[in-house]
């Protein structure tokens, strides 16, 4: 079903799906023998969305064989093994800069406020969904989990006034502040992408940093390729069993001429620095993927300062 104002999802469909898809590919990447990173709580997490196949996929139960790269879960993971890893990174260079205050945006499964070796004082506000929201805090309080910092969740949506509601929760724009939108700007239209970073910037004192992502105008035969493309996964996935494998990425994703990340944030102060997915997998030591290898791995991250 394509995107609509004001729409809705849950952690099995639409983009809460990708969600549980992102967290397991953490749990398969950090089950490796040499993992890139460290995540105990995505497979569990992703086990109690109740999707079987992402049951299966985040406990690496699903083999990856074949010739089509798509069927190597293994090898898909990295993707985000690389991701995660650089944001992982981000965070540790903003509070070795004495920045304790930290805002996830569209948090989703993401752990890092239970994971991370956070330095004390630090406070991580995790902004999503209120249905989100209630489902990771219940989940990780039932394993037993404690967070490594403070972490004070606030439950919103994106599209209405989070800036307020994440000031009604404590959050103070007079203090640098560390901010994450990982996996977020193509959910969203260009202008509403736009709207979020000026947001942040209104927010943000100086010496407040920002990772974030590029995201590449997506043509309309871009829009050709990525359906053909979420076609050929849906029929493999199907084959596994995932009820949802009908599920078309072009439906999520916003087309359209979009600001680049970089660009917007210089012209609004912020310094920054970009670096592209094959940039991270050699310093990683992965071996990057190749043209047309898989989906949405010809990605760039940013990180951004704010004199």
């Known amino acids: 079903m394509a995107r609509t104002d004001g729409d809705t999802w849950d952690l099995a469909s639409s983009v809460g ?22 995540d105990p709580f995505a497979e569990p997490l992703v086990t109690a ?13 699903l083999a990856g064989t074949g010739e089509d790269p798509t069927l190597d879960l293994v090898r898909l993971s990295e993707n985000l093994a690389v991701r995660t890893k650089y944001f992982d990174d981000f965070f540790a260079d903003a509070t070795d800069a004495g920045i304790r205050q930290v805002v996830i945006l569209a948090s989703g499964l993401d752990a890092r406020a239970y994971r991370l070796a956070w330095p004390a004082g630090t406070t ?5 969904q209120p249905a989100v929201i209630e489902f990771k805090t219940r989940t990780l309080a039932n394993l037993g989990a404690h967070p490594t910092a403070e972490r004070r969740p606030v439950a919103i949506d994106l599209r209405d006034d989070w800036p307020s509601a994440l000031q009604t929760h404590g959050f103070d724009p007079s203090r640098p502040t560390a901010w994450l939108t990982e996996g977020l700007l ?5 202008d509403a992408q736009d709207r979020l970073l000026d947001n942040i910037t209104r927010l943000s004192a100086p ?5 974030t992502e590029s ?3 997506l043509t309309e035969a871009d829009r050709v390729r990525i ?14 069993g995932y009820d ?40 990683y030591g992965l071996t990057p993927f190749g043209d047309d290898e898989m989906p949405f791995t010809d990605a760039s991250y940013v990180t951004a300062a704010l004199d």
């Not at 193509?186 to 260009?190: R, V």
């Open 49 to 61: 969305v109740g999707v079987e196949f992402f049951t299966k996929f985040a406990r690496g139960e």
């Open 124 to 128: 991580v506000f995790e902004v999503d």
């Open 227 to 240: 359906q053909q493309r979420s076609q050929q996964t849906a029929e493999l996935w199907r084959a596994w």
């Open 17 to 38: 799906a990708t969600a549980t898809a992102v967290a397991a590919q953490r749990a398969v990447a950090s089950s490796q023998p040499r993992p890139l990173i460290d």
């Open 244 to 283: 949802g494998a009908d599920m078309d990425m072009t439906e999520l994703l916003y087309f359209g001429d979009r600001n680049d990340t970089a660009d917007y944030l210089n012209r609004r102060g912020w310094r920054t620095v970009a670096a592209s997915n094959a940039e991270l997998f050699g310093r």
């Open 215 to 217: 995201v590449a105008n």
């Open 207 to 211: 010496g407040s940093r920002l990772g």
């Open 186 to 190: 193509g959910y969203l239209p260009p």
